[in-house]
């Protein structure tokens, strides 16, 4: 019988994390070499100097200009929507859950499609989804105000059937807003409309804002991570032991929407990401949140510019929406791991 | 230690509790009795400040139980819940160590300290072996032996027990409860159960408070309280004694 090693998991932490940030820059890599015009790889530094000092004028440069962009909003939207996955499964304390259960992509779909509907802009759109997700995310808020904590820190049910059924509900509403437009859309926009429903990054571009939602949406869940921990294991009894379950659990649904929102406005209702990259990484790793954050939001963001590049390479010149991938990778996975569980349950 | 100050209780529009005042003490073992649906876990997670009260208040150290910060009040007193919902297949080692989370604030990993109340908290329920398990693969008894084991972990003062007895052989039941009566024994340490069988709280209890659910209460010393009269009205059916080896024995009469 041995005693305890208390730095064991620190350590542990440390190597999984590393090993995730180097499958990560690996997934990069290769999105930023593959495709219709290889890259060799001693053209890389020169490439990547250029575009550091703004001069994209060579082909190589040029190139890896676009990939990277489109595969850095990839990473970006991944490793978002693997994160909220983490927090919605610990706000429902269900590892079934995902992001969008509550229905907050399906919200960000009514103000996506109806951006399209109109043949707007794609900047008008990504607003639109925007503000549908927002819209959707307040509503639940002020619908399912008792689960998630109203004023009294006491009377915290840690019962989330409230929130879940509101959310599914408001879900339904939305797709059924979803399916009228689509029936009354005319054909040249249909196209645009059912890519944006699968999930699609052929859009996508260097951009910013993702990154300071993820920087900050990571920030606060590795400062709340031990509270996650004590939450997921004891639900409302987490009082009794310090944490304010009622401020934790509506600090986490503002922040996995703010997600899932900035998210689904790049890439459109994606599926998968959220439910099995997170899944997938505590079945690995454990289900402690020190490890499982910073390992989920790489794994996931390496996993989405992997899935891209297979989506804008497998069948080129024709571009796949990246939706269809993740779906196709993402559900054999699921079933695996679900039937896992159950013999190692039973 | 702790006390209320004119409490009251109602849930589902039924009155619980009326008017109860009482304090326990440093060293003092409390045990609540009372049929179904008297208020036992209604009063202990009012006792915990994990449910507001519906008139009155409690207060520990002196202390009203609204002016505690949360972390502070976590380091006085522990709370077991009668039972264990676990959605996420945590090992027994990290559920332990997580009830140290109100002594270290600012850290990101638990410190050398805190394992060495962890392991003490598992080999003193017993437990130690089963460190590395996933918890939801625990029987029931072991789950509990567990949880108790994260509650010493917390090391407070005192300490609120929903049926610790709850799902545990008649041999843990009894080493459970001597290290109870140990705890306050010897430590000085205030623990506040509820529980079922008479036998046991008698041998652990050094007071009893008796809810008869409709409002009226008796506390008091063992000795004043758990009385077969008294026993018999406050659970609604006749309680016989008697005495074998020097031990009073408590038996449900025909």
Redesign the interface.
Known sequence: MTTLQPDAAQRRQRVIVALMAVLALLALLVSGVVGSVSLALGELPGALADIAAGRVSSLSATLLDLRLGRATAAFATGAALALAGVMMQALLRNPLADPYVLGISSGAAVGALLALLFGAALWVVELGALAGALAISLLLFLLARRDLGGQGRAEVTGDSSTLLLTGVILASACMALVTLMLSIAPESRLRGMVFWMIGDLSGAQWRVLPWVVLGGALAFALRQARALNVMALHADGASALGVDAGALRRALFVVSALLTASAVSTAGSLGFVGLIVPHACRYAFGPDHRVLLPAAALAGGAFLVLADTLARTVLAPQQLPVGVLTALIGVPIFLLQLHQLRLRRS | MIATNKLCLRAGGRLLLEDFNWHAGKGECWCIIGRNGAGKSTLLRTL?????ADGGSVSIGGRVLSQWP??????E???L?QSR???????V???VL??R??Y?ADR?????D??VA??AALRALDV??L?QRD???LSGGERQRVAIAALLA?DTPLLLLDEPANALDLAHQVSVMKLVAALCRQQGKTVVMVGHDLNLAQQVASHALLLMGDGHWRAGPVADTLQPALLSACLGHPIQTIVHQGRTIYMAGQ
């Not at chain 2, 915990?48 to 507001?52: K, L």
């Not at chain 2, 949360?70 to 380091?75: D, G, H, N, S, Y």
């Open positions: 915990a400040g994990m449910r507001a949360l972390v502070a009040l976590a380091r007193r522990a709370y819940a919902s676990d959605a996420f297949g945590y090992r080692i990290e559920s997580m009830a989370h109100p270290h990101y990993w638990e410190g050398s805190d394992h962890a392991e130690f072996e460190a918890v939801r693969t917390q």
